[in-house]
C-alpha cells in the first residue's frame, strides 16, 4: 500500500483576482511578470486602466502554491489583490 499523497498543492487551481493599481504603478507590466516569475498561467478577463487608477480582473491558473506566490509577490509590489466573489442574480 502506497502513501496517500497530498494533490492540494500539486493539482491546477483556477482562481479570479481583482487587481487595483494606484497611480504610481500603472504602467509597470505586472501580469506579464507572473507570468514569467511563476508557474502560473494569466488570462485578463476585465481591465479598466485611467491615470488615477487601473483595475483588473484576472484569472490564475496553476498549482495552488504558485498562485498564492504570485499573490503575494504583487502584494510586496503594491498591488491590492481581491478574491473575485461570483454572485448570480436572478430577477
Known amino acids: 500500500m502506497g502513501k496517500d499523497k497530498k494533490k492540494k498543492s500539486s493539482s491546477p487551481n483556477q482562481q479570479r483576482l481583482w487587481l487595483m493599481y494606484p497611480p ?14 511563476f508557474k502560473v498561467t494569466t488570462n485578463i478577463r476585465q481591465a479598466s486602466v485611467t491615470d488615477e487608477i487601473g483595475i483588473v480582473c484576472l484569472e490564475l491558473q496553476g498549482k495552488r502554491d504558485e498562485i498564492k506566490a504570485a499573490i503575494k509577490w504583487l502584494e510586496k ?4 489583490v481581491e478574491p473575485v466573489e461570483i454572485n448570480v442574480m436572478e430577477s
Open 77 to 80: 509590489n503594491g498591488v491590492n
Open 24 to 37: 504610481r504603478l500603472i504602467k509597470k507590466p505586472f501580469i506579464w511578470e507572473v507570468g514569467r516569475k
